[in-house]
């Protein structure tokens, strides 16, 4: 079964960093791309980062400079390193495969003081 698991969520201050991890399971991520999106609350899920094969990555222009995605295969594992957080960064932040058509479930990502 075709699976993707994040962590790595919580609640941390304005300037702080967070890691998230999407593990993938019933499939080798290193052998396609993966995306990260979110979703605030009353909002649209958006589009924040996505890795390719080979270790490349784009990013919305809001996280730029601040969120950096990268991968280890041996551990079929993609994170999201995410620094200097802005409480607009507040949101669910999910992993997908568009190639396998899958989501995690989710991990809730809250910054405030």
């Known amino acids: 079964q075709v699976q993707l698991e994040e962590s790595g969520g919580g609640s941390v201050q304005p300037g702080g960093s967070l890691r998230l991890s999407c593990t993938a399971s019933?499939?080798?991520?290193?052998?396609?791309?993966i995306d990260w999106y979110r979703q605030a609350p009353g909002q649209q899920r958006e589009f924040v980062s996505r890795?390719?094969?080979?270790?490349?990555?784009t990013y919305a222009e809001s996280v730029k400079g601040r969120f950096f995605a990268s991968r280890d295969d041996a551990k079929n594992t993609v994170y999201l390193q995410m620094n200097s957080l802005k409480p607009e960064d507040t949101a669910v932040y999910y992993c997908?495969?568009?190639?396998?058509?899958?989501w995690g479930q989710g991990t809730q990502v809250t910054v405030s003081s």
């Open positions: 997908n495969s568009g190639f396998y058509r899958v």
């Open positions: 890795i390719i094969q080979s270790g490349f990555a």
């Open positions: 019933g499939f080798i991520s290193g052998n396609t791309y």
